[in-house]
Nanobody
């Protein structure tokens, strides 16, 4: 079993930065992929950023160079650095891991960007 717990969300003004953290606990995680997704009210969940063991990363088109995903060496933590936040970034952000042919999700952390 794997437990993912997000933190770092909050209320910020447009143009501000936030750093989200995802702590993985339980069975030692050796994922094929870890990622951040987000879901805004009335919208489908969408990929924000992903990282694989080689270190390669991918981002949603809307990121436009504003965000950066990283992880620690043991895959016990994944981070999402978000800069130049916009009102459209308001959503619940979820940590995701793909491991042992299963999908694991955290409970989410709320990010609200508003003046």
């Amino acid at each position: 079993q794997v437990r993912l717990e997000e933190s770092g969300g909050g209320l910020v003004q447009p143009g501000a930065s936030l750093r989200l953290s995802c702590a993985a606990s339980g069975s030692r995680l050796s994922p094929t992929r870890m990622a951040w997704y987000r879901q805004a009210p009335g919208k489908e969940r969408e990929l924000v950023a992903a990282i694989i063991p080689s270190g390669a990363t991918s981002y949603g088109d809307f990121v436009k160079g504003r965000f950066n995903i990283s992880r620690n060496k043991m895959w016990t933590a994944v981070y999402l650095q978000m800069d130049r936040l916009e009102a459209e970034d308001t959503a619940t952000y979820y940590c995701h891991a793909r491991a042992w042919a299963k999908d694991w999700w955290g409970q989410g952390t709320q990010v609200t960007v508003s003046s």
